[in-house]
Structure formats: C-alpha cells, structure tokens
C-alpha cells in the first residue's frame, strides 16, 4: 500500500492565483483530512470529512475549499491565495471502528506551500 | 472547545538523559489521547496512544507516556534518549462527543539530542 499521498510536495503561488492540492489514500480510509503546520502552532484542521459526499470545516477553514466524490480522494482548494496561507498541508487519513472516528490517523508527507 | 498545550518549545539533552515533555489539555470529558513525532523532513508518525485502560502505555522505539486525569495531563517520557531521536514532537487529543472528529494539537515540542 502507498499509504496517504500528496502533491506536488513544493509549490510557489502568487498572491490571487488558485490551485488545488491533491491528497489520496489507498487504505480504504472513510475519514480524510487537511491540517496546515505553522511553526510554534502545531497543527491546525482546515476540514474534514467522515466519508464520500460529507464534508465539514475545521478550526481554520477560511480561504479553502474541499470536496469528497470519492472514498480515496480529498482534494485541498485554495480559491485566492494569500502570503497567510504560506505553510505545509498535510494530509491525513483514518479508519472507523464502530462508527467511530476517534482513531489514530495516517498523514502524508506533506506540501510545502509558498505564496509571494 | 479543547485545546492542548505543550509547555516546553525546545529541550536540548545529551545522549543517555531522560525525557519527560509535558502535555495538558482542557477537555474535560472522555478523550482519546496521542503522541505524534516528526522527524526531520519527514511526516507524522504515531508514537503512542491512549484510549481506555491502563493509563500508562508504552509507544515505539522507548517511549512511554502516562495519562493522569485528574490533572489534565499525557506526559511524554523515555529513561535514555538517543541522537536518533532528535524530532518535533506533538501531542493531540479527540474529544469523544459530538465534534469528535476533530484532532486538536499541541504546538510541538523541537527535541535536539546531542551526540
């Protein structure tokens, strides 16, 4: 198994353009996430979602975009970019046990994001 | 809404210390408690967790932690460390309630073991 994968793993943007960053899982995961690392704030969720077709917002939702049409894709969109959104996403994935998500998560090797 | 706090930003020890990094959260309902540790250019791994039972458990490569409830605490500990454990280390915690879906997270915990 690959595990969770991400790309690109770099990516320069600047300020106003939009891209997408791509996360998959091959683990059959029902539950995906994004997280964003800032150095001292550890790591904070962007959005989440607990299977196809659901998604819901985390901590720091503001400025991003996500979908679910698949159980193995979760794909990040940032609609404008900003310098605040500077920083590594990382991706992750879990399983569900009894329909509980409380379950430790797989993350990816992360995307190191730099907008100018 | 919980939060995790990591008091110690950097620790610097020499080979064959001993590591204690502290962790305390503010929920004060069940949760699920974990270990994180990243090590140089590399992603998050688990180290250890805690969900019910024993409230010492014993993760990878050493490390154990201790959760005490009564002081809000999940305390990150190894008798002797080594250079190879020279990472980012966070703790997280899931609350089981209905926004238990979400994994809060300490802001990390830099460790620089010097040879």
């Known amino acids: 198994n690959a595990g969770v994968t991400q790309t690109p793993k770099f990516q320069v943007l600047k300020t106003g353009q939009s891209m997408t960053l791509q996360c998959a899982q091959d683990m059959n995961h029902e539950y995906m996430s994004w997280y964003r690392q800032d150095p001292g704030m550890g790591l904070r969720l962007i959005h989440y979602s607990v299977g196809a077709g659901i998604t819901d917002q985390g901590e720091v939702p503001n400025g991003y975009n996500v979908s679910r049409s698949t159980t193995e894709d979760f794909p990040l969109r940032l609609l404008s970019a900003a310098p605040s959104q500077t920083s590594v996403y990382f991706c992750?994935?879990?399983?569900?046990?009894?329909?509980?998500?409380?379950?430790?998560?797989?993350f990816g090797p992360g995307t190191r994001l730099t907008v100018l | 809404a919980q939060s995790v706090s990591q008091h110690n930003h950097h620790v610097i020890l020499s080979e064959a210390a001993s590591l204690e990094l502290g962790c305390n959260y503010s929920y004060g309902g069940t949760v699920n408690l974990f270990w994180y540790v990243q090590y140089p250019g590399q992603h998050l791994q688990l180290l250890l967790k805690?969900?019910?039972?024993?409230?010492l458990v014993k993760g990878i490569k050493g490390f154990e932690a201790e959760f005490i409830k009564s002081k809000f605490s999940f305390n990150l500990r190894k008798p002797s460390v080594q250079w190879s454990d020279t990472a980012e280390y966070f703790c997280a915690v899931n609350a089981r309630n209905n926004a238990g879906n979400m994994l809060t997270f300490g802001g990390g915990t830099r460790l620089m073991v010097k040879p």
């Open positions: 805690y969900f019910s039972g024993d409230p």
């Open positions: 992750a994935s879990s399983y569900s046990s009894g329909g509980s998500f409380y379950n430790e998560q797989f």
